[in-house]
T-cell receptor, first 110, second 115 residues
Framework: DAKTTQPTSMDCAEGRAANLPCNHS???????VYWYRQIHSQGPQYIIH???NNETNEMASLIITEDRKSSTLILPHATLRDTAVYYC???????????FGGGTRLMVKP | GAGVSQSPSNKVTEKGKDVELRCDPI?????LYWYRQRLGQGLEFLIY????????KSGLPSDRFSAERTGESVSTLTIQRTQQEDSAVYLC?????????????FGSGTRLTVV
């Protein structure tokens, strides 16, 4: 599965949008982009995933560039509870192993 | 159940003892994964079960580590002759494995402390 690159850490003001970037320049045509987050002392939590089109759910939006080499996770109105490590992962077939990198540590500040 | 259940939630054991950790995946999920997370570090893949196929054991750090899965249900991770460096949170996850899936569901983990 393709490797991803994310910033180590980011800050965001409470109530503002948090935009978390991810580069995946070696992504192949059948690979999905997944986002997870891990809040302190909890197991990782699935947020959203996409293939080509932008996706939105109750938690976040996922914007994937046309060439699919990068994506951005958007938390539209960040709260203190969104403070977590956010992982961007690229994966092919369902059931394949997810490889977690270092992720981005998002700190939402009042 | 509705989620992935792991037990025990916490385990303190003496160095050299064997421990067994349990994972109950979501019913119907054919794929099951074990990860380890040391304090302040990322998730480290250990082992992966996919239906009736032979498990992918490529992440097991030593022969002291083993895991079994009964059909498509419960899995146990066994660590023999525990060492202090085995102290970590052990996380289990499950998913279905056909077509597009909606991500792993993780359990809350077992925090293992070897003293």
């Amino acid at each position: 599965d393709a490797k991803t690159t994310q910033p180590t850490s980011m800050d965001c003001a409470e109530g503002r949008a948090a935009n978390l970037p991810c580069n995946h320049s070696t992504i192949s045509g059948n690979e999905y982009v997944y986002w997870y987050r891990q809040i302190h002392s909890q197991g990782p939590q699935y947020i959203i995933h996409g293939l080509k089109n932008n996706e939105t759910n109750e938690m976040a939006s996922l914007i994937i560039t046309e060439d699919r080499k990068s994506s951005t996770l958007i938390l539209p109105h960040a709260t203190l509870r969104d403070t977590a490590v956010y992982y961007c992962i690229v994966r092919g077939n369902a059931g394949n192993m997810l490889t977690f990198g270092g992720g981005t540590r998002l700190m939402v500040k009042p | 159940g509705a989620g992935v259940s792991q037990s025990p939630s916490n385990k303190v054991t003496e160095k050299g003892k064997d421990v067994e950790l349990r994972c109950d995946p979501i019913s119907g999920h054919t794929a099951l994964y074990w990860y380890r997370q040391r304090l302040g570090q990322g998730l480290e893949f250990l082992i992966y079960f996919q239906g009736n196929s032979a498990p992918d054991k490529s992440g097991l750090p030593s022969d002291r580590f083993s895991a079994e899965r009964t059909g498509e249900s419960v899995s146990t991770l066994t660590i023999q002759r525990t060492q202090q460096e085995d102290s970590a949170v052990y996380l289990c996850a499950s998913t279905h494995s056909w077509g597009e899936d909606y991500g792993y569901t993780f359990g809350s983990g077992t925090r293992l402390t070897v003293v």
